[in-house]
């Protein structure tokens, strides 16, 4: 079981950062959520993303949508953002990953 666990966090890390940083290259903005190929690619992207993790990794499904949040906030940071909205942008990103965590709740509901 560890070793699909394992699997589970490295591919809600990477999802994590491949959707902020490939959305970042693409629109050209450091912060992504400041462009709508965010909201209406990236993010559905990351919610879709979270329920098939949690569909396949049905234990404790919310883990895989906090991960992929929470990779997103540490490459926005990584990337250099103004860290004055600090705890603003914490906020923010906990109340983002509501929506994938439901889903990923769901997604495991249904497997079982």
């Known amino acids: 079981m560890r070793g699909r666990e394992s699997l589970a966090y490295a ?7 491949v959707l902020w940083t490939a959305t970042s290259m693409v629109t050209g903005k450091r912060e992504p959520w400041d462009s709508s190929v965010y909201w ?13 993790l949690a569909f396949l990794f049905p234990q404790r ?5 906090a991960m ?3 990779m997103q906030f540490v490459v ?11 705890p603003l942008g ?4 906990a109340v983002l990953t509501v929506p994938p965590a439901a889903a990923g709740l769901l997604a495991a509901r249904l497997r079982r």
């Open 61 to 65: 499904p919310w883990r895989w949508a």
């Open 76 to 86: 926005m940071i990584a990337m250099g953002s103004d860290l004055g909205l600090l």
């Open 68 to 70: 992929v949040m929470l």
């Open 40 to 52: 209406s690619i990236s993010y559905p992207l990351a919610v879709l993303g979270s329920a098939v």
């Open 11 to 17: 591919l809600s890390i990477v999802g994590g950062v």
């Open 90 to 93: 914490l906020i923010v990103m």
